[in-house]
């Protein structure tokens, strides 16, 4: 299995649909899907499918029983490449240095990831900046969208041609 670009790590994922549109996403841009378990869902669950739609079997995803089995996996990327996405940070994501191989975790929608993750990844936490202080955070799968797409960004004005073609 070759080296993707990205990898987009969600961290016991609750809701089919943004699993799904992540998993579209990921398809799309060349990143590989890890899915740390447990779930919120089954992975046939057909809610999941219409959001992934036919995109879903060119997906490159690799399921995971717990985070410790995250951390051995050769296919995935190693800690010090790993950006927690968290509203527990000061440091907005435009401050990250996103090189090609960084992995991109999110944790599951009603909890974010636990402290034992965050302890993992202390150094390299980001949060999406908020302009409306009295609501909580973006939907899984908006976020997810907004970081893959500026580690994209970055990424490509570093050089990288997907298939021979600059995406923008």
């Known amino acids: 299995m070759s080296q993707p670009v990205l990898h987009i790590v969600l961290f016991s994922p609750k809701i089919p649909q943004n699993t799904g549109n992540i998993?579209?996403?990921?398809?799309?841009?060349?990143?590989?899907?890890?899915?740390?378990?447990?779930?919120?869902?089954?992975?046939?669950?057909?809610?999941?499918?219409?959001?992934?739609?036919d995109y879903w079997k060119e997906l490159d995803v690799v399921d995971h029983p717990n985070w410790e089995e995250f951390k051995k996996s050769e296919l995935s990327p190693p800690l010090d490449r790993l950006w927690l996405f968290t509203t527990k940070s000061s440091k907005s994501f435009w401050e990250g240095k996103f090189e090609m191989g960084d992995g991109l975790l999110f944790g599951s929608e009603d909890a974010g990831c636990p402290d034992y993750v965050h302890a993992d990844i202390a150094q390299k936490r980001l949060k999406i900046p908020h302009f409306a202080p009295s609501l909580r955070s973006l939907n899984l799968s908006t976020?997810?969208?907004?970081?893959?797409?500026?580690?994209?960004?970055?990424?490509?004005?570093?050089?990288?041609?997907?298939g021979g073609k600059i995406f923008y």
């Open 143 to 162: 976020s997810a969208g907004i970081g893959a797409y500026e580690a994209m960004r970055q990424i490509c004005a570093s050089g990288y041609a997907g």
């Open 23 to 53: 998993g579209r996403m990921c398809a799309i841009t060349g990143a590989r899907l890890h899915l740390i378990h447990p779930l919120g869902f089954v992975i046939t669950d057909a809610k999941l499918k219409r959001s992934g739609m």
